[in-house]
């Protein structure tokens, strides 16, 4: 039995389902929604409702600088892990992540520069699904593409 090559959408599927299962697991906490765009060598994620419990909790007792600390101590603390998530689901190397999140909103933003396109599969469907997102604010089989 031969594996077909996935869509865009499956990989962007698959990529929000496995970061949202990274941050659960290693922070104790799940964003709300995570958002995988691919284009090109380059990966776009957002991730909504992002901010920990402890994080929010020194934000909202004024000690803004130390949550912002934490935040950037945590994201640099994942970024191997996701790094490794991410090759391993697009088959390339990832060049350099760029991240940053916003207490005030509770959403990160991490940009993947990939050494090259990964492999996908056309869809017929795919300027309909340009992305996918991931809420759990929904039903687990409740995926929309946006």
């Not at 765009?37 to 909202?60: R, V």
């Amino acid at each position: 039995m031969t594996t077909s090559t996935p869509t865009r959408g499956q990989i962007q599927r698959t990529l929000a389902q496995r970061i949202q299962a990274l941050y659960r697991e290693q922070l104790g906490h799940q964003p709300s929604k995570v958002t995988c765009q691919l284009s090109d060598s380059n990966l776009t994620i957002i991730l909504e409702n992002s901010i920990t419990q402890p994080e929010q909790l020194l934000a909202q007792s004024g000690r803004q600088e130390l949550a912002e600390q934490v935040r950037s101590d945590l994201d640099e603390a994942i970024q191997p892990q996701l790094k490794t998530l991410i090759e391993g689901i697009l088959n390339v190397q990832v060049v350099e992540l760029l991240s940053d999140a916003t207490l005030e909103t509770g959403r990160t933003g991490i940009i993947a520069l990939l050494t090259d396109t990964p492999d996908i599969r056309n869809s017929p469907l795919a300027s309909k699904t340009k992305k996918k997102t991931i809420d759990t604010d929904k039903s687990d089989s409740e995926t929309s593409a946006q």
